[in-house]
């Protein structure tokens, strides 16, 4: 067998004769955690801003929930700057802080943090 190739018979296999599969060769590599972690992404994308509440509207809406007693939503970013949810009722109500009763466990929440109640 013969392995002195000449750059010409080489240039000439990859123009002739090799066939690129493109991104079939690397579609195996996408494994389920990097296709989630796109999913994730391109749904943080998308702009929700216009859900968000005033802090007007916010604070009203946990002083009606609290006198009632009725059990609250409230979506906020925490500390990771992530989107979170929690369910319970309002214990105590100041103009920078709600104190949220959750389960058993009670949650002191910056006005400022909180998006939307519910």
Known sequence: MNHNVDDQTVQ?????????RGMLKWQG??????VSALRKEQRESIDDS??????KEIYKQ???KGKK??????TLINVENQQQV?????????????TILVDTTE????????????
Do not use: R
Request: hydrophobic fraction near 50%; charge should be negative.
């Open 12 to 20: 000439n296999f990859f123009d002739y004769y090799y066939h690129d």
């Open 29 to 34: 590599f996408m494994l389920s955690d990097h």
């Open 50 to 55: 216009y859900l968000y509440m005033s802090q």
């Open 62 to 64: 946990l002083d009606l």
């Open 69 to 74: 007693k009725q059990p609250v939503e409230i």
């Open 86 to 98: 929690i369910n319970g009722i309002v214990v105590n109500l100041q103009p920078d802080q709600v």
């Open 107 to 118: 949650m002191i929440v910056l006005m400022a943090e909180i998006l939307i109640v519910k």
